[in-house]
């Protein structure tokens, strides 16, 4: 089957699949986007006379009606086919004839390919959010609920100072609050429109570029049409980066919950149905999802990094090198939000220790404490620590096992509610609603 870009030879065989990849398999995640591009371009291109407005009519039902069947799964790229771009321009002139080779008119395959990654980032961040949100506030209700358990705290892997589930929890949902504003940022470079920058050097039509901005419910343009070439690439990096804060607050979380799953520590336990076994070993728990979160997030962690050594050495314009973004970062979005549910589905499930402090192995958790008792009857604090540690030393520290934080963000005095309006004010900067009205206005 011949290509948009064929002339009077075919490729070799062995050339064409090296050069394709994994190109149509990955493709079909940006099937449905690649439809709302046409369905915005069509109109635009009707606007400015290249289309009659019953060829716009003939199209737009042949492109819903494509959008549909993507939706409901009966839709592939045809052996054959090159890509989407490819597979739907086909279906089109076998149903409309050249109307349908019409729609290629005023854009290249590179900024086509471009508006269909910025709609896919654009959509799968606004579904990486929704779950963020979602496992934040399991995390702050876990916060208020375990507030009054106690935990030891560590410092260089010591016993160090109390602390409690409350602050752990708590500690994981505003880490998530900063990984939301790594987010929006990203949504931002995204949001802007790159369709009409065709090949990266522009068009002799005369496109309206702001009325398919509006059309598909970006913010803005990527106006300079050189730019918007360089921004692939650019714009992964940055997505990748904000994927990675994600991550590593999810890894740092899979790592303490393994600590605190095991025997010696034996703060927390899961259903059993929620571990797994051995194979020799009957008393096996073992916590094999934190384990994979843990794994999976050390490998986005170095997603960017990835990205950035494709890219590093390419200079301006379209390099075919841009094709691989797509094999390293579209599995790991799918990976994250893998991660985000199943982290959701064992903290829902947690199990905390009650008492744990009062063993006797924590006692000196409470050394500041004691230290702090004695500096609010007066004694200047050297002095204090001298004495605490001469009883530890004489073995005359009795501790209460007591602790009375009351300021911002400590144990007393967690600051669930502006914690939860931080986040609050992080998600209203993402105006989701207006891209939905837009999708739903190019589609209905």
């Not at 900024?111 to 949100?133: A, G, M």
């Not at 490998?299 to 494709?310: E, F, R, S, T, V």
Request: with cysteine; hydrophobic share 40%; proline share 3%.
């Amino acid at each position: 089957m011949s290509k948009l870009w064929q002339k009077d030879k075919d490729s070799l065989k062995s050339v064409e699949t090296f050069t394709v990849g994994k190109d149509r398999e990955l493709d079909m995640y940006l099937a449905p986007f690649d439809v709302l591009g046409s369905l915005a371009h069509i109109h635009m291109l009707e606007s400015i006379g290249l289309l009659t407005k019953d060829e716009l009519q003939k199209l737009s039902v042949e492109l819903k009606l494509i959008f549909k069947r993507i939706g409901a799964g009966d839709f592939k790229i045809e052996e054959g086919v090159e890509d989407i771009h490819s597979q739907v321009e086909l279906e089109l002139t076998k149903k409309l004839g050249d109307a349908g080779k019409k729609i290629h008119s005023g854009r290249s395959r590179n900024d086509q390919v471009l508006v269909d990654i910025k709609l896919y980032l654009r959509y799968e961040l606004e579904q990486i959010v929704k779950s963020v949100n979602t496992l934040f506030e399991l995390l702050q209700s876990q916060s208020e609920k375990y507030k009054q358990h106690l935990l030891p705290g560590y410092t260089h892997f010591q016993l160090a100072m109390p602390s409690s589930f409350g602050l752990w929890f708590g500690a994981y949902a505003e880490s998530l609050v900063d990984d939301v504003v790594t987010l929006e940022a990203a949504y931002r470079v995204v949001n802007k429109n790159p369709l009409g920058s065709a090949a990266g050097y522009g068009s002799s039509f005369p496109l309206n570029r702001k009325l398919t901005t509006e059309l598909l419910g970006f913010d803005d343009l990527n106006y300079n049409v050189v730019y918007a070439q360089m921004g692939r690439g650019k714009t992964e990096r940055i997505v990748a980066n904000a994927m990675a804060n994600v991550a590593a607050t999810l890894g740092k979380l899979s790592a303490d919950a393994c600590l605190f799953l095991n025997q010696n520590f034996g703060f927390i336990r899961f259903p059993d149905e929620l571990t797994t076994g051995s194979s020799i070993m009957p008393h096996k728990k073992n916590p094999d999802v934190f384990e994979l979160i843990r794994a999976r997030c050390n490998q986005m962690m170095g997603l960017p990094n990835d990205i950035a050594l494709l890219t590093a050495n390419l200079p301006s314009g379209y390099h075919r090198d841009l094709q691989l973004l797509k094999e390293v970062l579209f599995p790991a979005i799918q990976h994250l939000k893998d991660c985000l549910t199943m982290t959701q589905l064992m903290l829902e499930n947690v199990q905390v220790k009650e008492s744990i402090l009062e063993d006797d192995q924590y006692k000196f958790l409470f050394s500041v404490e004691e230290v702090n008792k004695l500096v609010l009857s007066g004694m200047p604090f050297r002095e204090a620590y001298q004495k605490v540690g001469r009883d530890i030393e004489q073995g005359n520290y009795s501790p209460e096992r007591m602790v009375n934080h009351t300021h911002e963000g400590s144990i007393g005095n967690l600051c669930t509610s502006e914690i939860a309006s931080m986040m609050k004010e992080a998600l209203a900067k993402f105006r989701f609603d207006r891209v939905h009205e837009a999708t739903q206005k190019l589609l209905f």
